[in-house]
């Protein structure tokens, strides 16, 4: 199916152990996103990627590491969980369209984390 | 720093009414904006988006208006329904930059 999937929607893991949330988008759109949104927050970007392999970081990056080997492809590990992590984790991706500059992004329906 | 928010947290209307959603942005070089919606359990979804050489864009029963002198940024909802009751983010981007700045959010609550 077409679109931006995320995997897995819901996650209950320890504090300590390692986590890995997937994003796939069939757009072959250049940039994707990570967000976090926690209530009080808004949507806080954690990591972002212009292309494949090229990744920066975000607002709120401390705990966290991106690749992107693959365009579809922009996993999010958390290296090592802890109970402020626990939260909602949004992918997004956008397209850039030569002489238009940026365009929307497109969601994924997020990915639920409690960290025990 | 700069950034974007939104006058009102909690929004409540009655089917029917027509709603505006506001939102103040304090960089000046922002250009492009957008509104999403966020139903619950669910990721944001487009709305509707404007360039900053456009002062209001309509879609369907959606309008948003732009007033760059005193950066505010408006969504109206034509006859709200209940289907519309969610949260709505709006966001910008500025330079060219290809990473928004969201707003935190505003609660939009149709009662029937």
């Known amino acids: 199916d077409a679109g931006i999937t995320q995997s897995p929607r819901y996650k209950i893991t320890e504090t300590g152990r390692q986590v890995t949330l997937m994003c796939h988008q069939t757009w072959s759109h250049s940039y994707m996103f990570w967000y976090r949104q926690d209530l009080g927050h808004g949507l806080r970007l954690i990591y972002y990627?212009?292309?494949?392999?090229?990744?920066d970081k975000g607002e709120v990056p401390d705990g966290y590491v991106v690749s992107r080997s693959k365009t579809e492809n922009f996993p999010l590990t958390l290296e090592s969980a802890t109970r402020s992590q626990t939260s909602v984790y949004f992918c997004?991706?956008?397209?850039?369209?030569?002489?238009?500059?940026?365009?929307?992004?497109?969601f994924g329906e997020g990915s639920r984390l409690t960290v025990l | 720093g700069e950034s974007v928010g939104l006058h009102l947290p909690t929004l409540s209307v009655q089917e029917g009414d027509n709603s505006i959603i506001n939102c103040a942005y304090s960089?000046?070089?922002?250009?492009?904006f957008i509104w999403y919606k966020q139903e619950s359990g669910k990721g944001p979804q487009f709305i509707i988006d404007?360039?900053?050489?456009?002062d209001k864009r309509q879609g369907q029963r959606v309008t948003v208006l732009l007033n760059k002198t005193v950066k505010h940024l408006s969504l109206q909802i034509a006859a709200t329904q209940p289907g519309d009751s969610a949260v709505y983010f709006c966001?910008?981007?500025?330079?060219?930059?290809?990473?928004?700045?969201f707003g935190r959010g505003t609660s939009l609550i149709v009662h029937p």
């Open positions: 966001a910008e981007l500025s330079g060219g930059s290809y990473i928004p700045t």
């Open positions: 997004a991706s956008s397209e850039t369209t030569s002489g238009k500059g940026p365009g929307e992004l497109f």
């Open positions: 404007i360039r900053s050489n456009m």
């Open positions: 990627s212009a292309a494949a392999d090229i990744t």
């Open positions: 960089n000046s070089a922002s250009d492009y």
